[in-house]
T-cell receptor, first 118, second 109 residues
Framework: DVKVTQSSRYLVKRTGEKVFLECVQD?????MFWYRQDPGLGLRLIYF???????EKGDIPEGYSVSREKKERFSLILESASTNQTSMYLC?????????????????FGPGTRLTVL | RKEVEQDPGPFNVPEGATVAFNCTYS??????FFWYRQDCRKEPKLLMS???SGNEDGRFTAQLNRASQYISLLIRDSKLSDSATYLC??????????FGTGTRLLVSP
């Protein structure tokens, strides 16, 4: 069964703290993604990775960085948390289609981490 | 203009009703189209892909109109368990999915 896990369901941090959000998938997927979801704005892509040690900026990378040292793990880092980073953070993964080398259509999501920055 | 636009709803329907949602997209080069479902406080999950010829999965029918750049989702014989937010999703380029903000459906007894 497909499984994407995130390290915390709820997290409360203070402004200026460094925050690590961890995501692990056990499906041997090449592609991993970090989104944030806010009311009225939907899911917005922060960063994604299509291979170990590879990363690509999404639509809203400012204030975030990522790390992919192992295939199954993709970490999102908030170097200095700010109140406008209070949000639901969702990790997802997908396969790379073997012939086209593009990601397959289905992204599998983790349960999300609700981060509050005070 | 947003890349994907949906009516946020909520759509309130009784059990057994038929309900339809539309979604418009702005990028005519969009390659693939999907509907994801998101239950309250849960993660999104793929409901169905949307093919050019239209496709059906049980009570759910998806349609794509490339000329007018919209996709639709029709739900027949609504069940209480269909209550959720339905996300319109398009795929551009190599990896990226672009999500709409979702349409909320409430099915009542």
């Amino acid at each position: 069964d497909v499984k994407v896990t995130q390290s915390s369901r709820y997290l409360v941090k203070r402004t200026g703290e460094k925050v690590f959000l961890e995501c692990v998938q056990d499906m041997d997927h090449e592609n991993m993604f970090w989104y944030r979801q806010d009311p009225g704005l939907g899911l917005r892509l922060i960063y994604f990775s299509y291979d170990v040690k590879m990363k690509e900026k999404g639509d809203i990378p400012e204030g975030y960085s990522v790390s992919r040292e192992k295939k199954e793990r993709f970490s999102l880092i908030l170097e200095s948390a700010s109140t406008n980073q209070t949000s639901m953070y969702l990790c997802a993964s997908s396969l790379t289609a073997p012939r086209t080398l593009t990601s397959t259509d289905t992204q599998y999501f983790g349960p999300g981490t609700r981060l509050t920055v005070l | 203009r947003k890349e994907v636009e949906q009516d946020p709803g909520p759509f309130n329907v009784p059990e057994g009703a038929t309900v339809a949602f539309n979604c418009t997209y702005s990028n005519s080069a969009s390659q693939s189209f999907f509907w994801y479902r998101q239950d309250c406080r849960k993660e999104p999950k793929l409901l169905m892909s949307v093919y050019s010829s239209g496709n059906e999965d049980g009570r759910f029918t998806a349609q794509l109109n490339r000329a007018s750049q919209y996709i639709s989702l029709l739900i027949r014989d609504s069940k209480l368990s269909d209550s959720a937010t339905y996300l319109c999703v398009i795929k551009n380029g190599f990896q990226k999915l672009v999500f709409g903000t979702g349409t909320r459906l409430l099915v009542s007894p």
